[in-house]
């Protein structure tokens, strides 16, 4: 439906400016002419209209209410809008506030501060109706043109959802009506008042050949009128603009399509022809031909032209559904006197005052079957077939949410009326004409919802079960027991030892945490984006502050001190390929699937466009030289787009290595990054010091000098909080075994020694100790051959006969040469050896894993 | 060996969590970490979540799986033990990928994960990328066989005996009467002694027991154990001689003194025809003088046993006679199989031990 993407619209005002401010140059306008270049179509939007704008999300366009147009001093058509949010646009965790089914058609009143509600007028798509509800009611039943159509029940702030206030109920209501008005005089393509003579000569010329088209047009414009609730006064009007279009439609019709008009010739094939091509358009079309050859006597055939003019038009909401509701109008017209439905009309018309143009759906529909029997034969067995068909497609298929199963049950029921009409179908209308006629009308309609079934149910229904599945979140199995609590102190130490153990607050790093908190809270408030790169070794608490940073942003930003924004965050270790980068942040962004490079096409349009309803985005890019690409482009991309203007983005990127961008980044790149830079430098003793105490806070469990010589031990070798807290957790464990014969309640020196013993110690020359008798000469002759030969590389052949003189010392049966191998071996898979491949036997060179003296000292032990 | 181990613990494990997957990788079987997360899911049994939904791409499982870990918490989700057989091949994925996710569930409040790597390589930590390394836990168990010889003897003899529930008891306590006996004799001892002084791995010492035991002949004896033993450690190129003929001995004894004058050096067959012509000339008087395209072919005979080694991949151009070689058989092997090869003429052998006898 969106034409924007197929041809080139231009914007222009309609009408004069009703006011402008001559200071400010600015002017502003009634309404906004859209017209689209290539279908030559025109839609004229009003104040008050509700509109479609350009999202984020493509499928997915924001709905709003023009509230003003305006054009400022720079020439540059703005409006001003009310939003509407979707509930895509709530956040997850605020929809079980709403503790219902939200229907995939229903808005909320969008009253949460911050969006920005001053747009580009070239955003705008197109117009939809947006009707009110009270709470407790029910949805109406759509037929047509579900997308056009929104509701709005509650209005949401931000934080809660609140019935709207009878002020803006009415406000929207009033807005509704107003736009009825609009949308007849849009449907006329252009103002009556710029008419152009010619049209009306033609259209005079029109009318006079077909002489009860003035009486059908007035029928069929108060139908229009009672059901879309026009104000009265407005009929004549109403009329007159009706009567303009629709010889104009129909003339047209009649240039574009003669062929289609011989079709009459071949009756019912041709039918039903038209029928099986179900799509709302292209039965409409040839329909109003032949309906005009055939029955300028009759009463009826005005009903499709309006359709027509549709087709034509460019398919703005309010003409499409009015198409709907000509569709049903033509369901009944044919049967009733027409006189006494619009009498019935009106009855209705006066009945739901209130509910107008929402009930005024129901009724007809609902009063169809009382109203229209069908006359046709094969047309409606077929159409019974094919209703059985989905039936029991439908019955086989379980809906879970309200607007699916309320709105299958609707086309149900209206197929089900269907079943029934067709065997009391009265034949009292011989005309072939006029029977032609109706089953292409009511076919029309119920072809309608059949071919909108099927269609539908795919989308929704069938693919939802297999959905479902996908949607839901893996989960691991319960756990049937629950987790032990932590017995004794040192279990609750240990507990607390453990890196997930999430600490109230970081220890050490206030500096960086205060760093960073300054860096994105400016940005945020200034609204811009911006790069900053964060780097330090592995254990620094990089991840964790940032987290702690962001998190209370997120804090303040609830309590409204800041403006709200959205918190990605990816990791490189966690992608299959840097390409993925875009597909995840999209993901977390929109929620679409798509592949790598459209995600990247699409990231590049939201970033790149300046989007009126967005947050501020905050991007974590963890291990970050994992994005790199030969060509570099996805971290050329990321730190492109926030120096675009209206991106809006912040990224934080954490690496290891402090010289990442002068390293691997090319000029380009690293240019970009900018020289926002924090390095974490590796915990002293003192702060590992601290973080073991803070953590232990409470807990008795550790001596003090024990911690600090972990600390000293850690911090001198790489600095890492993990290491250290490991530590603390294995020397808990020993105490706890060494506590089962004595009882020291409280990790001392010794336990820590022997956690770091265990930890650090090389595993080498205990495994040399241990290996066989003729794995250690072997070794020796290793040994003795490096020393001969002064390089530490020798082949086998070289050590073998070292070894058979070392053999022949100890008084050993000298072993074969495949033995010799098979040792060799061995010691290489332990990788206490380097070896070549095998195949070269004995030329295969051999090289230790371990200093020479490390070997001598292993060794010599014995 | 030490797998029963652990698998033993987790049975008794078992009973007290009441519910405790354990998916278990081998890097032999798992090469790649895509292979490695279908099967993480296949035996945490997520299929039945993921449908019929035929698995996606590589990041989507990824994604996936990481969803499933990410969802639980320590208290409501039953921990998982990973169990990484091969673990040195899992390093080499691609950006330990695996590894590194593992590592940091384990590492966070998510999931209770245990990962526990199996492996032979004492090196591996060094293998891991800092930021793997960083989140490993650094507790390392290392398994060595730290029995001495009275042990040793002591793991043969519950090695062969029969378990008690053995169907036929007599046999069985036949069987087990002998296994003592055995244990106690002096020349099994030695046998044992020699196997345990090469190696003290018992994967060596089963190979060793596996021995010819029929219907007709129930009963291990010493002499089977040494006979055994005697197989066990023969030197297979040693033995591929044996069945050479003479004029490739000759070739051998050729190629071995080039290696002695040259020290080492690659020769090619125009040298070993040339060092055999020297010989038949000057002494030989038992041999006949072959023609050069019989030698050429005794020469390939011995290149396709691989008892000389080409030093680069044959060309087409280069010709076969001036390709460089190197004999992979050292010179003692050469001795003490000429020592048994069965009618070899007096004068190869005096040749053997000496290239310059001739003079």
């Known amino acids: 439906m969106n034409t924007r993407q197929q041809s080139k619209l231009t914007y222009s005002w309609y009408g004069k400016p009703f006011s402008s401010d001559r200071k400010l140059r600015i002017s502003h306008y009634n309404g906004i002419l859209i017209t689209s270049e290539s279908s030559k179509t ?73 969006y920005d509600t001053d747009i580009a007028a070239e955003t705008i798509i197109k117009t939809i109706m947006v009707l009110p509800l009270h709470l407790g009611e029910e949805l109406p039943i759509i037929t047509l043109n579900k997308e056009q159509t929104f509701y709005v029940r509650q209005s949401w702030d931000g934080k809660c959802f609140k019935v709207l206030s009878p002020d803006t109920f009415s406000k929207l209501k009033e807005a509704n009506k107003k736009r009825g008005v609009i949308t007849s005089s849009s449907k006329a393509f252009t103002p009556s008042d710029i008419l152009t003579p010619v049209k009306k000569e033609m259209e005079s010329v029109v009318r006079s050949a077909t002489k009860p088209k003035n009486a059908d047009m007035e029928i069929e414009s108060k139908h229009s009128t009672s059901k879309s609730s026009l104000a009265k006064e407005r009929h004549s009007q ?54 005009k050859v055939k029955f300028t006597g009759e009463i009826l055939g005005s009903p499709p032209k309006i359709p027509c003019s549709n087709a034509k038009s460019k398919p703005t909401c309010e003409t499409a559904e009015h198409r709907q509701r000509s569709s049903d109008t033509i369901r009944l017209s044919p049967y009733t006197k027409v006189k006494d439905f619009c009498e019935k009309d009106r009855n209705l018309d006066e009945e739901d005052d209130i509910l107008l143009s929402l009930v005024g759906y129901q009724k007809p529909s609902s009063q169809m079957p009382v109203l229209t029997p069908r006359s046709r034969r094969t047309c409606a067995q077929k159409t019974s077939a094919l209703i059985a068909e989905q039936i029991s497609m439908l019955d086989q298929e379980d809906f879970s949410s309200d607007s699916d199963s309320s709105y299958c049950s609707s086309s149900e029921e209206e197929e089900e009326d269907d079943d029934d009409d067709v065997p009391c179908t009265p034949e009292k209308k011989p005309k072939s004409s006029k029977i032609f006629s109706t089953p292409k009308s009511s076919r029309k309609s119920a072809v309608h919802t059949p071919a909108k079934t099927p269609k539908k149910t795919p989308l929704q229904g069938t693919p939802r079960t297999p959905r479902t599945p996908r949607n839901a979140t893996p989960e691991i199995p319960r756990r049937v027991q629950a987790a032990q609590e932590p017995a004794s102190v040192l279990e609750e130490a240990r507990l607390r030892l453990h890196v997930s153990a999430i600490p109230e607050s970081l220890p050490c790093r206030e500096e960086e945490f205060q760093d960073i908190y300054n860096f994105v809270e400016s940005k945020l408030i200034d609204g811009t984006g911006g790069c900053m790169y964060i780097s330090g070794v592995p254990g620094t608490g990089k991840t964790a502050t940032v987290h702690e940073v962001i998190r209370c942003l997120q804090q303040a930003a609830e309590n409204e001190e800041l403006p709200p924004f959205q918190f990605v965050e990816i990791n490189g270790m966690k992608l299959t390929d840097p390409h993925q980068a875009y597909v995840q942040i999209l993901e977390f962004l929109t929620g679409q699937k798509v592949t790598a490079t459209h995600a990247a096409v699409l990231l590049a349009k939201l970033f790149s466009t300046p989007g009126p309803k967005r947050k501020t985005t905050v991007l974590i890019v963890d291990e970050l030289d994992l994005l790199w690409t030969r060509k570099q482009n996805v971290m050329y991309n990321l730190f492109d787009w926030p120096t675009q203007k209206h991106s809006k983005l912040i990224i934080l990127a954490i690496a290891n290595t402090m010289d990442l961008p002068e390293r691997i980044m090319m000029n380009r790149v690293a240019s970009r990054l900018g020289l926002t830079r924090m390095s974490f430098q590796p915990y002293t003793y003192k702060q590992l010091q601290q973080i073991v105490s803070s953590r232990l806070k409470g807990v008795k469990a550790f ?140 030329h295969m060179r051999v090289r230790l894993n371990l200093s020479q003296d490390d070997v001598m000292y292993a060794l010599r032990e014995e | 060996l030490l797998n029963h181990v652990l698998k033993d613990l987790r049975e008794m494990e078992q009973v007290r969590e009441n519910l405790l997957e354990n998916p278990f990788l081998s890097g032999l079987l798992q090469t790649n970490d895509k292979v490695a997360l279908k099967e993480i899911t296949r035996q945490l049994q997520l299929e039945n979540v993921v449908g019929d939904k035929v698995f996606g791409s590589f990041a989507e499982n990824l994604a996936f799986l990481l969803e499933a870990l990410r969802k639980g918490d320590r208290t409501s989700s039953c921990p998982i033990l990973f169990v990484l057989d091969e673990f040195d091949l899992f390093v080499h994925h691609k950006n330990q990928t695996l590894l590194y996710n593992l590592f940091d569930i384990s590492q966070s409040a998510q999931t209770p994960v245990t990962v526990i790597g199996l492996t032979c390589r004492q090196d591996i930590l060094e293998l891991l990328e800092k930021r793997v390394k960083s989140r490993f836990s650094h507790r390392q168990i290392y398994l060595m066989n730290s029995f001495d010889f009275k042990q040793y003897i002591k793991i043969f003899k519950e090695q062969l005996s029969l378990p008690a529930e053995f169907p036929d008891e007599s046999f069985a306590q036949k069987w087990n009467n002998n296994v003592q006996h055995l244990s106690e004799d002096k020349t099994v001892q030695d046998v044992l002694q020699n196997l345990f002084h090469h190696t003290k791995d018992l994967r060596s010492l089963h190979l060793l027991l596996v021995s010819a035991v029929t219907v007709h002949h129930p009963l291990l004896t010493a002499a089977d154990l040494q006979e055994a033993s005697r197989q066990h450690s023969t030197d297979s190129k040693a033995n591929i001689v044996h069945g050479l003929s003479v004029l490739e001995i000759c070739l051998i004894i050729a190629m071995k003194h080039l290696n002695e004058v040259y020290d080492g050096e690659p020769f090619n067959f125009q040298m070993v025809y040339n060092e055999f012509q020297k010989f038949i000339q000057r002494k030989a008087h038992s041999m006949y003088n072959f023609e050069k395209p019989v030698v050429m072919k005794a020469f390939e005979h011995l290149l396709q046993l691989e008892l000389v080694q080409p030093l680069e991949r044959p060309s087409a151009r280069a010709q076969r006679e001036f390709l460089l070689m190197k004999l992979l058989l050292d010179s003692s092997q050469i001795m003490d199989a000429l020592q048994v090869y069965p009618n070899c003429p007096t004068d190869v052998k005096q040749w053997a031990a000496s290239s310059l006898s001739w003079l």
């Open chain 1, 238 to 291: 109403r009329v007159a603009n009706n009567d303009i279009k629709t010889p104009t439609a129909r003339k047209k019709l009649e240039l574009n399509s003669p062929t289609r008009s011989k079709a009459k010739l071949l009756g019912c094939e041709v039918l039903g022809l038209l029928d099986d091509d179900c799509d709302a358009m292209a039965p409409l079309e040839p329909s109003a031909p032949k309906r």
């Open chain 1, 703 to 842: 001596e003090e000098d024990a911690v600090q010589l972990v600390s000293r031990k850690v911090a001198a070798l790489s600095g890492d909080a993990r290491r250290c807290l490991d530590i603390c957790r294995r020397a808990t464990e020993i105490c706890e075994l060494a506590r089962q014969k004595r009882a020291p309640e409280i990790v001392r020196m010794a336990h820590v020694t022997e956690a770091i013993d265990e930890m650090f110690s090389s595993p080498y020359v205990n495994a040399i100790r241990n290996a066989s008798l003729h794995e250690q000469i072997f070794l020796k002759a290793i040994l003795a051959e490096f020393r001969r030969a002064g390089v530490e590389e020798a082949t086998v052949q070289q050590i073998y006969h070292h070894y058979v003189a070392l053999c022949r010392v100890e008084g050993l049966q000298s072993p074969t040469v495949s033995e010799i191998m098979a040792i060799c071996s061995r010691l290489g898979a332990c990788r206490l050896l380097l070896v070549e491949a095998s195949n070269k036997y004995l």
């Open chain 1, 42 to 114: 025109e839609t004229c939007i009003q104040l008050g209209d509700f509109i479609l704008v350009e999202g984020v999300n493509a499928d997915q366009p924001y709905v709003a209410q023009l509230m003003d147009l305006y054009e400022d001093g720079a020439q540059h058509k703005r409006a001003v809008v009310q939003w509407f949010c979707r509930l895509e646009e709530i956040p997850q965790n605020k929809r079980k506030l709403l503790k219902r089914e939200i229907p995939a058609q229903e808005v909320f009143f969008d009253q949460v501060l911050g």
